[in-house]
């Protein structure tokens, strides 16, 4: 059974930094490609980062670059995203997702989903 658990969300400061963590089980991860996504209230699921498990190729979108960096444990099956310099928009649940050999910021063709984990940024 493929499983994906997000966890490291949390409530931090604007200006703060965390890092999310993505455990994947079930499966081996070389033909696929993981992506973080996120969804704030009344807004549609969007795309955060993603990158081929492989290839090490990444993406991200224009409001995270320079920001947030998602990377890889080979060792752990897991992969990371760092969020630095939050705002009180990146707010969202954030959840990573699993898509077979494609590496894609469009959540519609991702298969496997995570339960999402809870970023807000307050002061």
């Known amino acids: 059974q493929l499983q994906l658990v997000e966890s490291g969300g949390g409530l931090v400061q604007p200006g703060g930094s965390l890092r999310l963590s993505c455990a994947t089980s079930?499966?081996?991860?070389?033909?696929?490609?993981i992506g973080w996504f996120r969804q704030a209230p009344g807004k549609e699921r969007e795309g955060v980062s993603c990158?081929?498990?492989?290839?090490?190729?990444?993406m991200y979108a224009d409001a995270v670059k320079g920001r947030f960096t998602i990377s890889r444990d080979n060792a752990k099956n897991t992969v990371y995203l760092q969020m630095n310099s939050l705002k009180p928009e990146d707010t969202a649940v954030y959840y990573c997702?699993?898509?077979?050999?494609?590496?894609?910021?469009?959540?519609?063709?991702?298969?496997?989903w995570g339960q999402g984990t809870q970023v807000t940024v307050s002061s």
């Open positions: 997702a699993a898509a077979r050999g494609l590496v894609t910021m469009t959540p519609s063709l991702y298969h496997y």
């Open positions: 079930g499966f081996s991860l070389d033909y696929y490609g």
């Open positions: 990158i081929g498990w492989s290839s090490g190729v990444t």
